[in-house]
């Protein structure tokens, strides 16, 4: 398949089975805006609570925040967004469009010329006021990143939590960039969600911290699903890194558009706490109770995009197989991210007790793991509607069922089916899920 057919027949299947669509849409839709569908928010947070799992639930060094997206305007100027976080943006002479003058090739991608104005720098940084007075005083900004949410209130988890260093601090949350061009769906965006960690650690043991975040982060997508040969680690040269930063890795994956960042894990030294020490006035340098050293901490961040990594889950799952002289999309994810984990299908929707009776299950089931229940069409045409969102079980209820209390059990992958008894339905099913 051309990758170019493989990226469109997948947004066409978001589409049409409801995991994203455009934000707006009725109106035209907003450049850079998506919205999840019912398929598309319990796949996206499935992403995030398998993240949240395995970077704060199975931890013993880590702790969760929630952050406002609104901060104190201060924020930005200690962190260095308000006077650089900025792309070069130049203008094609010949049809007027913007592009980011490191995205070019030599010519516009929109007409082919190649003569372009000279670059200005844009910030990213969406401004807002607050309050009803538009005055200079009232500026505020969306957060383009979440990280500084967690600097600012290194303090407060200090004292609530009394941690010892090594220990981090995770957060999920909105992040906002007026990017100069967006694409590829919800790969760029403007609006878009990031799971950022701040791990603190003594500076003298944070080269070695580094590289186990990124092991420990590579893996975790690994073991989601994607395949091996799909990711892979760039190493930033030193001509890539902020003056600050002493490394910084990306975890890349190799969409239908080419490798592309997911994650990057940058070893930020102790930049900045000492900024927003010096910006707040506040003493935010750590006192080891033992050795009563003080200093500030080196900094490891992980930060990811969680829109991206639901991008990459959904491209690495996407297949498309041959059976009966017909093509059948399937979306392989994992157990842990499959928007729904079984559907229940009456074979029949007007006999009322087939009916009644897959209703009574999925409701039973339900109480466990995520179930639909669907009647709107065929059995063939159920089946296909559940492997292309990924559903992993079928569950169907036929005249025999009435009789033999048995249903028909059907594996996504396998298409293989089983009659399990009704009784012992949730046990077989809790043992495939690990309930
Ligand atoms: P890029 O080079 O692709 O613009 P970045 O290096 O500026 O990304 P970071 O500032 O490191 O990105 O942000 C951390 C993560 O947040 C990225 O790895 C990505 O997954 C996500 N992210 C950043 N910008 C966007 C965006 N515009 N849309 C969707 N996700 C984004």
């Known amino acids: 398949m051309q990758k170019n057919d493989l990226m469109d027949k997948i947004l066409s299947l978001c589409k049409r089975r409801g995991f994203i669509f455009?934000?707006?849409?009725?109106?035209?839709?907003?450049?850079?805006?998506?919205?999840?569908?019912?398929?598309?928010v319990e796949l996206k947070r499935n992403v995030k609570n398998a993240w949240w799992k395995a970077v704060v639930h199975s931890r013993e060094d880590m702790v969760g925040l929630d952050a406002a997206i609104l901060m104190h305007p201060k924020t930005w100027e200690a962190s260095g967004?308000?006077?650089?976080?900025?792309?070069?943006?130049?203008?094609?002479?010949?049809?007027?469009?913007?592009?980011?003058?490191?995205?070019?090739?030599?010519?516009?991608?929109?007409?082919?010329?190649?003569?372009?104005?000279?670059?200005?720098?844009?910030?990213?940084?969406?401004?807002?006021?607050?309050?009803?007075?538009?005055d200079e005083k009232?500026?505020?900004?969306?957060?383009?990143?979440?990280?500084?949410?967690?600097?600012?209130?290194?303090?407060?988890?200090l004292d609530t939590t009394h941690r010892k260093l090594p220990f981090g601090i995770a957060q999920i949350g909105k992040s906002f960039r007026n990017e100069v061009?967006?694409?590829?769906?919800?790969f760029r965006t403007r609006e878009f969600e990031q799971m950022e960690i701040e791990y603190f650690t003594h500076p003298n043991d944070a080269e070695e911290c580094h590289k186990k975040w990124i092991e420990e982060r590579f893996n975790w997508y690994l073991n989601l699903g994607i395949r091996k040969e799909n990711l892979q680690l760039r190493v930033h040269g030193a001509d890539e890194l902020a003056h600050?930063?002493?490394?910084?890795?990306?975890?890349?994956?190799?969409?239908?558009?080419?490798?592309?960042?997911?994650?990057?894990?940058?070893?930020?030294?102790?930049?900045?706490?000492?900024?927003?020490?010096?910006?707040?006035?506040?003493?935010?340098?750590?006192?080891?109770?033992?050795?009563?050293?003080?200093?500030?901490?080196?900094?490891?961040e992980p930060s990811g995009g969680c829109d991206r990594a639901t991008l990459?889950?959904?491209?690495?799952?996407?297949?498309?197989?041959v059976v009966n002289d017909q093509t059948r999309a399937v979306l392989r994810l994992s157990k842990e991210l499959a928007p729904i984990k079984v559907a229940v299908l009456p074979l029949l929707k007007k006999n009322t007790?087939?009916?009644?009776?897959?209703?009574?299950?999925?409701?039973?089931?339900?109480?466990?793991?995520?179930?639909?229940?669907?009647?709107?069409?065929?059995?063939?045409?159920?089946?296909?509607?559940?492997?292309?969102?990924?559903?992993?079980?079928?569950?169907?209820?036929?005249?025999?069922?009435l009789t033999d209390k048995k249903v028909t059990v059907r594996d996504r992958d396998t298409m293989q089916q089983e009659r399990i008894g009704i009784d012992q339905l949730k046990q077989y099913l809790s043992e495939k899920f690990i309930l």
């Open 22 to 40: 455009q934000s707006s849409e009725i109106y035209g839709g907003l450049n850079g805006a998506w919205d999840y569908g019912p398929m598309g």
């Open 81 to 134: 967004h308000a006077a650089n976080f900025a792309d070069i943006l130049v203008e094609c002479k010949n049809c007027h469009n913007r592009f980011r003058q490191d995205h070019l090739k030599g010519k516009c991608p929109t007409c082919g010329a190649k003569e372009f104005t000279e670059g200005k720098a844009f910030n990213l940084m969406f401004k807002t006021q607050v309050g009803p007075v538009a």
């Open 138 to 157: 009232n500026i505020c900004y969306l957060r383009p990143e979440t990280a500084q949410g967690i600097f600012v209130n290194f303090g407060n988890i």
């Open 181 to 186: 061009t967006t694409s590829n769906s919800i």
């Open 244 to 300: 600050y930063a002493k490394g910084c890795s990306d975890i890349e994956y190799h969409f239908p558009f080419g490798w592309s960042e997911l994650e990057g894990i940058a070893n930020r030294a102790d930049f900045d706490l000492k900024q927003h020490a010096q910006f707040s006035g506040k003493d935010l340098q750590y006192q080891d109770p033992i050795t009563n050293e003080k200093f500030y901490p080196f900094v490891i």
């Open 312 to 321: 990459a889950f959904l491209v690495d799952a996407y297949h498309e197989e």
């Open 353 to 401: 007790d087939i009916v009644g009776l897959a209703k009574k299950i999925k409701k039973d089931l339900q109480k466990n793991l995520s179930c639909v229940y669907d009647d709107t069409a065929a059995i063939g045409k159920l089946y296909r509607r559940q492997d292309e969102v990924g559903t992993f079980y079928c569950v169907t209820v036929d005249v025999e069922s």
